[in-house]
Every structure is written in C-alpha cells, then in structure tokens.
C-alpha cells in the first residue's frame, strides 16, 4: 500500500462532513499523515439578467472572515482528536473542481470526504460534489457515509 502522507478533507459543514473529518483524525494518526481542511464556497453575488454581478469586497472578506472562524473551531476539535499536522484553505468557486484542483496542487495522497452534505437527497448514493470528486480526482477518494445513512446488514437466516 503506497504511503499516506497528506489527507484532503473537503468540509461544507454538515454532519456528515464532521464525520468525515473525524474518520481522517484517525487515518491521519494512524498514517502519521497531515491534513488539510478545505472549505469551497462559491463566489457571492447576484445573477442578473445581463449577468453576474459579484458582491463587493467587503461581502468577499466577510465571507473569507466567517469561513475562516468556523475551520478554526474545525482545526481545534482535530487537534483535540489528536492530530498535530493540520492546515486550513478556503477556495471559490465550483466546490468539486476547486476540491479536485486542491488535491492535485497539494499532492494529497488520499481525499477524504462525506457521502452527502447539506442539500442533497439521503436516497442518492452520493450527494454531486462527492460524485464529481470520486470521478475526477487523481488520488484514492474514501467518502465516509453519515451514521443515518448506514444500511446495517440483516443477519444471516
Ligand atoms: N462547498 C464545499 N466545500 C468543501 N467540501 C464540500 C463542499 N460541498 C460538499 N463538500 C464535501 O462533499 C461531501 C458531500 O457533499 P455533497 O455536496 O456532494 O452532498 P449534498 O450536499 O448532500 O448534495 P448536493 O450538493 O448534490 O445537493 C461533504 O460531506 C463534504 O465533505
Ligand atoms: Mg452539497
């Protein structure tokens, strides 16, 4: 099995992505390996019938501001998992390009996301930006599923 060194973990925030991040503390303990958070939201503004028009910077900072307060309390629940080599990112844009691009750019070795995050529909397999990912992404992609999503094997008759 090659070496894990670096892990992505795309976070949105959702349950399921906490799951997710918990599941990467452990590989990345186990594994000795980093971890960088990634957080990708998309660029603010309003589309109008002659075209996007992108919020000002002070929208923009907020937001960089407010993503980056809610990865700190991120990065600290991590830590307390026991994991010392952790980074945070923002990015904008489309959430799975921007993910597919982070990872390519960072060498991750290993992309580690949830089956489903805050909008979709628990009866797809996966939610787009995890199915896009699973189909882009140069590196293995393991997508944690959330525990309401499990299905438990019946037992054997
Ligand atoms: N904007 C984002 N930034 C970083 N990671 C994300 C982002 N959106 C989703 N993810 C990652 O992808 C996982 C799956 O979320 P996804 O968006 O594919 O499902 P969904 O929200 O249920 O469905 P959909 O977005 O298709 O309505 C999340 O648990 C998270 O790990
Ligand atoms: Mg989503």
């Known amino acids: 099995m090659p070496e894990i060194h670096r892990i ?13 991040m918990r599941f990467a503390a452990d590989l990345a303990q186990r594994f000795g390996a980093s971890i960088t958070l990634l957080h990708v939201y998309p660029v603010p503004g309003y589309v109008l019938p002659e075209g996007f028009l992108t ?11 407010r993503t980056h307060a809610s990865l700190a309390e991120w990065e600290a629940e991590a830590r307390k998992l026991g994991v010392a080599d ?9 959430a799975a390009s921007e993910i597919v691009r982070h990872a ?39 997508t944690v599923p959330s525990r309401h999503h499990r299905h438990e094997p019946k037992p054997a008759a």
């Open 86 to 94: 952790i980074e945070v990112a923002t990015a904008m844009g489309n």
């Open 8 to 20: 992505l973990c795309p976070v949105d925030f959702s349950s399921t992505s906490r799951e997710a």
């Open 104 to 142: 390519a750019e960072d060498k991750a070795d290993m992309v580690v996301m949830g089956t489903h995050g805050r909008t979709g529909l628990a009866k797809l397999v996966l939610g787009s930006v995890a199915d896009k990912v699973v189909r882009m992404a140069g590196c293995p992609v393991l």
């Open 55 to 65: 919020a000002g910077p002070d929208v923009l900072a907020e937001v960089e501001e």
